[in-house]
Nanobody, 115 residues
């Protein structure tokens, strides 16, 4: 089992920045990958960013160069730094832990970007 608690969402103007945090109940060395997903109204949930146990990162094309995923192993916390935000980034953002073959989800945090 992995419990995940997200924080850091909110309302921001286009071009602004937000940092999301996700605290995990287990060490990242026990987790295969940490991911951030998002789901906009009426759309499917999509993978935004991934960081593996080895520290390899991957991003959706729509956020490359604007978002950065990172982690603090001592705090069992993963972050998503979001810069140059656009209205189309508006969504509920979910933290996800992959412990193959299981996936664990946080409760989600709302990010709203106004134009």
């Amino acid at each position: 089992q992995v419990q995940l608690v997200e924080s850091g969402g909110g309302l921001v103007q286009a071009g602004g920045s937000l940092r999301l945090s996700c605290a995990a109940s287990r060490s990242f060395f026990d987790i295969d990958a940490m991911n951030w997903y998002r789901q906009a109204p009426g759309k499917q949930r999509e993978l935004v960013a991934t960081i593996t146990t080895s520290g390899t990162t991957n991003y959706a094309d729509s956020v490359k160069g604007r978002f950065t995923i990172s982690r603090d192993n001592a705090k069992n916390t993963v972050y998503l730094q979001m810069n140059s935000l656009k209205p189309e980034d508006t969504a509920i953002y979910y933290c996800n832990a992959l412990v193959v073959p299981l996936k664990y989800w946080g409760q989600g945090t709302q990010v709203t970007v106004s134009s």
